[in-house]
């Protein structure tokens, strides 16, 4: 199947704002979606305690954000989307808690122009996973390493596969169950057609040993369920 490109993707988020901005209904169809904000959000503000900036990859309507501020009021924000109805309604959402600067920019983390060496938390909620090639891959964490200040934190909730290609099918096999106990078979298979159009997720391995190959000095794994997974690596 030809994969969306990234106008595709761009278009069907500009009309999904609302949903992604409830997270009871909107990220149901992501496993542990709550977990997910919990673990990343507290494991940044653990390793940088003393955080200034902070950015959002792919913020969607802010919830990542959202939660950052709830447990670091005075962190300097910086929202990255591809969407600006997802940026406009995250900038909406995250001005009525955040305490200090709030910039939007609308574009692809594999364009954006941002200072190095510039944020001491990055936060990457479900939108790795739309990366395609190796070379994309690579392209994008070492991007966001060399934005990061040393000593700052990457932390990732995705979608991932697993190495061996059997493991994988197994695990979206449950995935489909899944999303056929909370929606039903009609809405599974809307779910997968859209993994199987926009996505190219990777293993967590496979990102954890190319964090260390660009230069990370540690990474460390905070949670799995099937084909999710929490995860991070520290400059």
Not at 53 to 75: E, F, I, Q, R
Not at 121 to 127: D, E, F, M, Y
Not at 160 to 167: A, H, P, S
């Amino acid at each position: 199947m030809k994969k969306a490109t990234i106008e595709e993707i761009r278009r069907r988020f500009d009309v999904d704002v609302e949903r992604f901005s409830n997270l009871d209904t909107g990220q149901i169809s992501t496993i542990d979606a709550k977990i997910s904000l919990e673990l990343i959000t507290e494991a940044a503000k653990r390793i940088v305690p003393k955080a200034v900036n902070l950015l959002d990859v792919g913020c969607g309507a802010g919830n990542y954000t959202l939660m950052m501020l709830s447990k670091m009021p005075n962190l300097s924000c910086t929202l990255v989307d591809l969407s600006k109805p997802m940026l406009d309604k995250a900038f909406e959402r995250v001005s009525k808690q955040a305490k200090s600067e709030i910039n939007v920019i609308q574009s692809d983390i594999r364009t954006v122009k941002l200072k190095e060496n510039h944020f001491d938390i990055i936060l990457s909620g479900a939108v790795l996973h739309h990366l395609r090639d190796d070379k994309d891959w690579e392209n994008a964490f070492n991007k966001l390493y060399k934005v990061l200040n040393p000593g700052g934190c990457l932390m990732i909730s995705d979608l991932i596969t697993q190495d061996n290609e059997l493991l994988t099918e197994y695990t979206f096999e449950r995935y489909a169950g899944y999303l056929e106990e909370v929606g039903g078979k009609k809405y599974s298979q809307k779910v997968l057609d859209y993994v199987a159009k926009e996505d190219t997720p990777r293993s967590m391995n496979y990102q954890l040993a190319l964090m260390k190959k660009i230069g990370f000095r540690s990474v460390e794994i905070l949670h799995k369920n099937m084909c999710f997974g929490i995860f991070g690596a520290i400059k």
